[in-house]
Antibody, heavy 113, light 108 residues
Framework: EVQLVESGGGLVQPGGSLRLSCAAS????????MHWVRQAPGKGLEWVSY????????SYADSVKGRFTISRDNAKNSLYLQMNSLRDEDTAVYYC??????WGQGTLVTVSS | EIVLTQSPGTLSLSPGERATLSCRAS???????LAWYQQKPGQAPRLLIY???SRATGIPDRFSGSGSGTDFTLTISRLEPEDFAVYYC?????????FGQGTKMEIK
């Protein structure tokens, strides 16, 4: 069974940093492209970042470019999102997703003073 | 960036009725790489349709997708009580992999 479990969310002050992790199981992680998608409270879905299976292709939404860094460790079956210079508007549930078909349950990031 | 515009914003229907949801793209979607998701409160999105018209595993056949280029449609042939939720389209042909703003389906 495919499982994606996000962790690392929490409360952080504006300007702070946070690192999200996504632990994958039930499939060959190194074969799949991965995404981070977020959803602000009461709002719609916003695609955040993409990384190809071998990390050769990476892309970001303009809203996070230069502040967020996506990475993966295929040996550890893990996906990461390093978030720096956090802003109030980054407050959201962050989901990791395998391609388009499988999503984790999300981890809440709250940016507030 | 491809902007996806969903309509209507809210759809009020009764169980048993037919629902038609629209997703219009600002540019042609590469290879019809268009997906539809259903999301219920407190849950992650669930994939319904991929490649514009292919049903995902385990999705009932009352859900169908159609369209190409810039105009796409999700149709639910006969609404069941569990279908009342928010629906999103997403294009995954070209980065940034944008979502529509969503259509909320509510019980009339």
């Amino acid at each position: 069974e495919v499982q994606l479990v996000e962790s690392g969310g929490g409360l952080v002050q504006p300007g702070g940093s946070l690192r999200l992790s996504c632990a994958a199981s039930g499939f060959t992680f190194s074969n799949y492209n991965m995404h981070w998608v977020r959803q602000a409270p009461g709002k719609g879905l916003e695609w955040v970042s993409y990384i190809s299976s071998s990390s050769t292709t990476i892309s970001y939404a303009d809203s996070v470019k230069g502040r967020f860094t996506i990475s993966r460790d295929n040996a550890k079956n893990s996906l990461y999102l390093q978030m720096n210079s956090l802003r109030d508007e980054d407050t959201a549930v962050y989901y990791c997703a395998r391609g388009i078909g499988y999503w984790g349950q999300g981890t809440l990031v709250t940016v507030s003073s | 960036e491809i902007v996806l515009t969903q309509s209507p914003g809210t759809l009020s229907l009764s169980p048993g009725e037919r629902a038609t949801l629209s997703c219009r793209a600002s540019q042609s979607v590469t290879s019809s790489y268009l997906a539809w998701y259903q999301q219920k409160p407190g849950q992650a999105p669930r994939l319904l349709i991929y490649d514009a018209s292919s049903r995902a595993t385990g999705i009932p056949d009352r859900f169908s997708g159609s369209g190409s280029g810039t105009d796409f449609t999700l149709t639910i042939s006969r609404l069941e009580p569990e279908d009342f939720a928010v629906y999103y389209c997403q294009q995954y042909g070209r980065s940034p992999f944008t979502f529509g703003q969503g259509t909320k389906m509510e019980i009339k």
